[in-house]
């Protein structure tokens, strides 16, 4: 049993500075930006309007914001696929028992 804990404890030692990480540059910031979303603001004044959810259905009525995203999503994929491709050549060759270095 306190073999258990102990291993417990470890892996929670481990895993806690990510998940602090995570949360102070991942959460927190991603919170904000849905808060901003919901006023109309210039970003320099103190003045902010609320608008609720009305900037996100302007901006699901607008024809660009769909072709940028699908540019966006385009654009991942094909990078991902063009590292990962990359990746495994490079480790396929260094792999090999006969190069030296």
Do not use: H
Request: charged residues 15%.
């Amino acid at each position: 049993m306190k073999n258990k804990r102990g291993r417990n404890g470890f892996i929670a030692v481990c895993i806690l500075p990510s998940v602090i990480l995570f949360i102070i540059f991942m959460l927190i910031p991603t919170i904000n930006v849905f808060k901003m979303s919901m006023y109309k603001w210039g970003g320099f004044s103190n003045n902010k309007t609320f608008v609720g959810m009305n900037n996100f259905k302007i901006l699901f009525q607008d024809d660009k914001f769909y072709r940028s995203f699908q540019n966006s999503i385009l654009l991942i994929v094909l990078v991902t696929i063009i590292t990962m491709a990359f990746a495994l050549i490079f480790a396929a060759i260094l792999s090999r028992e006969k190069i030296k270095g």
